[in-house]
Nanobody, 117 residues
């Protein structure tokens, strides 16, 4: 199983980034996919989740209206579009998969997002 994130970087406040997570080694279309983040000195937190059936989504309050999670099952990829970025969004962002058929959890290696002027 592999989850490979990309798209992180340095962006000014108010800017945008799109993170991608390419998955392999499991049945992507049936997995619950999510993005988490961990800022220095803080615990890892769930940012956004997208379910396999119907594609329903949920977000933490601090990113609602600014971030959007989506998935392309044909490409085995999940995305996180991040707009109106704030310095407090600075963190390492991790892709996570939960496979409903085997109830297994998988993590990507993380990608750094830094919001600074």
């Amino acid at each position: 199983v592999q989850l490979v994130e990309s798209g992180g970087g340095l962006v000014q406040p108010g800017g945008s980034l799109r993170l991608s997570c390419a998955a392999s080694g499991f049945i992507f279309s049936t997995a619950v996919m999510s993005w988490h983040r961990q800022a220095p000195g803080k615990e890892r937190e769930l940012v956004a989740v997208i379910f396999s059936a119907g594609g329903n989504t949920n977000y933490i309050d601090s990113v609602k209206g600014r971030f959007a999670i989506s998935r392309d099952n044909a490409k085995n990829t999940v995305y996180l579009q991040m707009n109106s970025l704030k310095p407090e969004d600075t963190a390492v962002y991790y892709c996570h998969a939960f496979t409903t058929y085997s109830r297994a959890n998988f993590w990507g290696q993380g990608t750094q997002v830094t919001v600074s002027s």
